[in-house]
């Protein structure tokens, strides 16, 4: 079982930055592929970014050059660095990590981007 935590959502203006943490109960040295999601009012939740056991790193289109997503095994913890935020970035942000053939999700952080 692998529980996760996301922090670090909030009110942001346009053009501006967040960090997002994800905390695992588990040491994410062996997990194979963890990942953002995002999931807007009314829309269905859509993949943000994804990274590997080994660092290999995959962007949505709409977030290539502004995202980027990064893992620290010593912390057991994933981040989405989130740069130029625009107003379509406002969503709940979720965490996802996919191990020994389980999805397992996080309970998600608001993110707003105000104009």
């Known amino acids: 079982q692998v529980q996760l935590v996301e922090s670090g959502g909030g009110l942001v203006q346009a053009g501006g930055s967040l960090r997002l943490s994800c905390a695992a109960s588990?040491?994410?040295?062996?997990?194979?592929?963890m990942g953002w999601y995002r999931q807007a009012p009314g829309k269905q939740r859509e993949w943000v970014a994804v990274?590997?056991?080994?660092?290999?790193?995959n962007y949505a289109d709409s977030v290539k050059g502004r995202f980027t997503i990064s893992r620290d095994n010593a912390k057991n913890t994933m981040y989405l660095q989130m740069n130029s935020l625009k107003l379509e970035d406002t969503a709940v942000y979720y965490c996802?990590?996919?191990?020994?053939?389980?999805?397992?999700w996080g309970q998600g952080t608001q993110v707003t981007v105000s104009s």
């Open positions: 996802n990590a996919f191990m020994a053939w389980n999805d397992y």
């Open positions: 588990v040491s994410i040295f062996n997990i194979n592929r």
């Open positions: 990274i590997t056991s080994g660092g290999s790193t």
